[in-house]
């Protein structure tokens, strides 16, 4: 359909980004063509976003190159990117409530009259002519916080479309659309390549991004997998779900086996949103509960009904036979639930605070007893826990701050042991920490599920959710679409649960 | 890299911690500020000249200490001065019965005339339950609107400085020598009671911060409110008793101030709590909440005091010294933030 010239308009080259030692990007190779449609799929995780933000200049790569119509840049910055003619359409949102439609478009390009003013007239010209090219019927005089989702959505693609673009990003641009909504989107997205504007595509949907790339590549723990032409819809879903999981079985890790007991862990018709769907599930004794699904499906809005943190809808939550009321994380730490958020640093740790104080935080509530307390005499209580999580510290007295993420994450899980629970709901266990630090975190998870705790483990990390989960729920837009019993747990019955690529939905 | 080496490195890193610390800086540049003016003017290190600057410091040192206690668990009080204010003129109308005209010079016969009306034990009790009610009400509006402590308290700042004016009826009010026993009381002749009390006082706070289950939580609170929440901290009754505890506090520091000064005037109040602020953030205290230390206020109103004795001593004039004293704590907040920079 479109005649490609040779000449990509953007080659990224060998490009290696690292956080922390962590990988990101591993060797990434891309190239996008003038005009063409090119969809980037992977896991969470795969390194979609970090290749767009090395892309638009918000990271630069540690080596590697970029080349944009064939001029060659070690890294791009955002300023350099935005000259070149390469804007992107994020996820979150990023325009401004209060003000209309067309007020949010021409935001840092407004348009003056003669005497140096706004002039409200021609940018209301400039949107109205933007919505007309794409089909669109919002009123621009609007403010945007009275507008839908969907059409916050087009006003964040009419402004990037108002910089007259040669390269646009769209990051998700469908994820909270139903189908008819997303349409449309997927429609203004043919229009704008058609005018010659090479577009970079992410998706989940992998139905949407057959309808519409040119071409596909596969991203899979930052390094391209392979590139499928699909010029005429001819790409094959199967394939592609199979290059988004196939690992090799070293990645793997390799837990001891134990006994599981009686269910003592039941969610009886949770609802965690208005008119959300009742969920249901149980975890037995010692048992390992996976929780996949994408993000955004509703798994960290679980976790935090159970403790408390958000407000239950509905729904009745037992522990070791006894229902338990619960109104706040004070109750549930009373019922001996324990929860390792996912964002160390927002909802995990007092950064400024000593190792003792955070290992003792949640103790404050539980284990330490009377008026008075001496932090310092607490040392020798928390020691036993740095020994068994083998945190590396200077002295108990260290500012949690300059620690290691690895060390930090080990911080967080401490002072839930140090607390003493029966369930432990852990999200995101261990993201972004380095692949040593994670295989002690295994160790430590499943020698607490052979003492018999109960463990809840949200993940996004799939040789993680495949090799230490007993059973897995597979979640996607708030419900609970599959549990997977241990034999058919597999990296492709997982991604197509979460992704809604079976026949039968 | 050499053992040798790496365990130099180690110590020097060491040493740079220990600077960076504001407490151990502050009480260098103390330190080094006294020597200087001991040199410059013998009379500096006399006895009496410490003791009158620390009798100088006693209300605003309490009333830091109630605002350290409110920063380090992320909140901040700006109605503290007029707070005290209102419990000193409640007191002071209990005392006199509103007698308005013996502000100072009062004689032995005036102090006799005060026992017809309300006896001062009542008047201390009511203004100190004033105080701390007013403490109490700031801290349930602030936790249970969770709208921002700064522009709520500034509102009730007003509130409570409009009650002082009403109370007060905008006129000089006599604590009718009531408290002269106290402003005169030294223990073994040489410290006075009021110094006493003072002290008192910021040691209840560091014991109340450093040594209790409160103060743990209040500091994880200002560390880090969502992991306060997460772990079982019920954020809004500790963020009440926190204002509630300063409230007290104010209470404590309008009774020095009635010692010291014998009268009382609903403006009286103006300025003490940005001075308290001042001296929470010299110390080392910073807006975030969760770091800093008593000790470290303690040294900051010290330091804030010592710098406006030494330049009463060095007779700069006063308008200067209204400068100085500003560009010190411009400053001191800079140097506290180099850490931050640096980190960026």
Request: hydrophobic letters at 45%.
């Amino acid at each position: 359909m479109n005649g490609f010239s040779n000449n990509p308009v953007v080659r990224m080259e060998k490009i290696v980004k690292t956080f922390y030692g962590v990988p990101a990007l591993n060797n990434m190779t891309l190239d996008l063509y003038e005009g063409e449609v090119h969809c980037l799929v992977g896991e969470n995780g795969a390194g979609k976003s970090t290749l767009m933000k090395v892309l638009s200049g918000a990271y630069s790569p540690d080596s590697g190159y970029i080349e944009v119509y064939g001029k060659r840049y070690t890294h791009m910055t955002a300023e350099l990117s935005y000259k070149l003619g390469i804007n992107i359409v994020y996820q979150e949102n990023l325009l401004v409530p209060e003000m209309s439609v067309f007020e949010n478009v021409c935001i840092g390009q407004e348009i003056s009259s003669k005497c140096g003013f706004v002039s409200f007239s021609q940018e209301q010209k400039k949107t109205k002519d933007l919505c007309e090219y794409l089909g669109l019927h919002l009123d621009i005089k609007k403010t945007v916080d009275k507008l839908s989702v969907a059409e916050q959505q087009y006003v964040k693609i009419i402004k990037a479309l108002s910089t007259n673009p040669k390269i646009l990003i769209m990051d998700e641009p469908t994820s909270m659309f139903n189908v008819e909504d997303a349409k449309l989107v997927l429609d203004m997205v043919k229009r704008i390549a058609k005018s010659g504007v090479s577009i970079i595509y992410i998706s989940h949907f992998l139905k949407e991004v057959i309808q519409i790339a040119d071409r596909i590549t596969v991203i899979r723990d930052g390094a391209p997998i392979r590139t499928y032409n699909n010029s005429n819809q001819e790409a094959n879903i199967d394939k592609i779900v199979n290059d988004m999981v196939g690992r090799p079985v070293s990645v793997f890790y390799k837990r001891e086996e134990h006994e599981i007991g009686e269910v003592v862990f039941e969610v009886k018709d949770l609802v965690v949103e208005h008119n959300g769907r009742p969920i249901n599930f149980n975890i037995r004794k010692g048992e390992i509960m996976g929780f996949a699904g994408m993000v955004g499906s509703g798994r960290t809005e679980i976790a935090n009904t159970i403790v408390g943190a958000r407000k239950k809808y509905d729904g009745k939550i037992f522990l070791n036979g006894k229902e338990l009321n619960i109104n706040g994380p004070s109750d549930s730490i009373k019922h001996r639930i324990g929860y390792i958020t996912e964002d160390r640093q927002r909802s995990g740790l007092m950064l400024e605070a000593t190792v003792v104080d955070n290992l003792t935080v949640v103790g404050l509530q539980t284990k330490i007893k009377g008026f008075f307390v001496n932090i310092k005499k607490l040392i020798p209580t928390v020691s036993n826990i740095i020994k068994t999580l083998n945190i590396k510290i200077s002295s108990p007295l260290q500012l949690v701050k300059n620690l290691s993420g690895g060390n930090q994450q080990k911080v967080v899980l401490g002072k839930w042991l140090f607390t003493e629970c029966d369930l432990y709901i852990f999200d995101e266990p261990t993201r972004g920490i380095d692949v040593n630090a994670k295989s002690e975190f295994y160790k430590i998870i499943s020698d607490l599920a052979a003492q018999g705790k109960v463990i809840m483990m949200i993940s996004s990390d799939m040789p993680e959710l495949i090799s230490m989960s007993d059973r897995v729920i597979v979640l996607r837009k708030g419900r609970i679409v599959k549990t997977l019993e241990r034999s058919e747990i597999s990296e492709n019955s997982i991604i197509r649960y979460a992704l809604e690529v079976n026949k039968d939905e | 890299m050499s053992s040798e080496k790496i365990s130099s490195l180690k110590s020097n890193k060491n040493i740079t911690i220990f600077l960076r610390d504001q407490r151990v800086l502050l009480g260098l540049i103390i330190i080094v500020i006294v020597i200087i003016t001991s040199i410059l003017n013998k009379n500096f290190l006399n006895p009496q000249n410490v003791m009158s600057l620390l009798q100088q410091i006693a209300v605003a040192g309490i009333l830091t200490m109630s605002m350290a206690m409110l920063m380090l668990s992320g909140g901040i009080d700006l109605s503290i001065g007029n707070i005290m204010i209102m419990s000193g003129c409640v007191m002071s109308v209990l005392i006199s019965g509103g007698q308005t005209t013996l502000a100072s010079g009062a004689t032995a016969n005036d102090i006799n005339a005060v026992q017809g009306y309300t006896s001062v034990p009542t008047a201390i009790i009511i203004g100190m339950l004033v105080a701390t009610a007013a403490g109490a009400l700031n801290g349930l509006i602030v936790a249970k609107s969770k709208c921002i402590p700064l522009i709520i308290t500034l509102g009730m700042s007003s509130v409570y400085y409009g009650t002082a004016l009403i109370i007060t009826g905008g006129k000089f009010h006599s604590f009718m020598l009531a408290f002269e026993g106290l402003r005169v009381a030294k223990i073994a002749n040489v410290i006075p009671v009021m110094l006493i009390v003072f002290f008192a006082m910021v040691i209840i706070a560091f014991i109340l911060i450093n040594r209790t289950k409160f103060g743990r939580r209040i500091m994880a609170i200002g560390g880090n409110e969502e992991v306060a929440f997460l772990s079982g901290i019920k954020v809004d009754r500790y963020k009440i008793i926190t204002y509630t505890i300063s409230g007290f506090y104010c209470g404590i520091g309008a009774i020095i101030y009635a010692a010291r000064l014998n009268s009382i005037t609903a403006g009286g109040g103006a300025g003490y709590e940005l001075n308290a602020l001042t001296a929470c953030v010299v110390g080392g205290i910073t807006f975030a909440g969760g770091t800093g230390s008593i000790i470290g206020a303690f040294l900051g109103v010290f330091f804030m005091g010592l710098i406006n004795n030494v330049m009463n001593i060095l007779s700069i004039n006063s308008y200067y010294q209204t400068m100085i004293s500003g560009l010190i704590v411009v400053i001191a907040v800079i140097l506290s933030n180099l850490n931050q920079l640096r980190r960026r």
